[in-house]
C-alpha cells in the first residue's frame, strides 16, 4: 500500500495537528512540501485536491481530505481509534467536546496573539496591542474552565492522552513562544498538561519543523 501523502508546509500550526496524529499512529506517509510565499496553495493542482485552497490535504489512495481536524479524525479512525476514545462511549463523547472546545474557545482567542505577536513582524504588520490585550483577557477566563478540567482529571477526555489532547498543539506551540507564556503560570495543572504534552516524541519531532520566530502566514485555514 503506497503511503498517505500530506500536502503543506511544516511551519503551519493547522499541518502540525496532521503531522502529530500521523506520528502518534505510527503511519508511514510522505510530506510533500508547498511554497505559501510561492503560492503553490493556488495553483490548478492543488485546488484540484482543494477547492478552498487551503492546506493541510491529505491523500490517502483514492480519498482526499481537507479541514485539519477532519484528517486527524481519519488517521486515528484508520490506524489508533484508541486516541478517539473508541472503547468507551463516554470518553469519544469527552474527546468530541475537548476538540470543539479548543475549536471554538481556545484557537480563535490565542490566534490573534499569535498573528499580531509572531507573524505580525515577520510581514511588516504593525501590532494590534489592544487586540492582543483583550485576547488575553478573554484567555484567562477560558484557562480557568480547563484549569478545573485537568484538577480532576489527567487528560482533558479521561486518563489517557487523545485527540482533544494532541489538537490543542498547533496554535499553542506559537502562543508559547510569545512573551504572553507566562500566562499559564497561574494554572498549574494546565502547565502541567501542557509539559507533559511537550515531552511526547510525536510532539518533539513535530516541533523540530516549527521554528517560533518563522511568519506560517494567514493564509491557512483548519
Known sequence: MAPMKVYGWAVSPWMARVLICLEEAGAEYELVPMSRVGGDHRQPEHLARNPFGEIPVLEDGDLTLYQSRAIARHILRKYKPELLGSDNLEETAMVDVWVDVEAHQLEPIIRPVVFNVITGPFVGRVCDQGLVDESIAK?????EVYEARLSSSRYLAGGS????????????????????ADVLEAYPHVKAWWEALLARPSVVKVMAGMPPDFGFGSGNIP
Open 161 to 180: 492522552v487523545s485527540l482533544a489532547d494532541l489538537s490543542h498543539f498547533s496554535f499553542m506551540r506559537y502562543f508559547m513562544a510569545t512573551q504572553y
Open 139 to 143: 484567555l484567562k477566563k477560558v484557562l
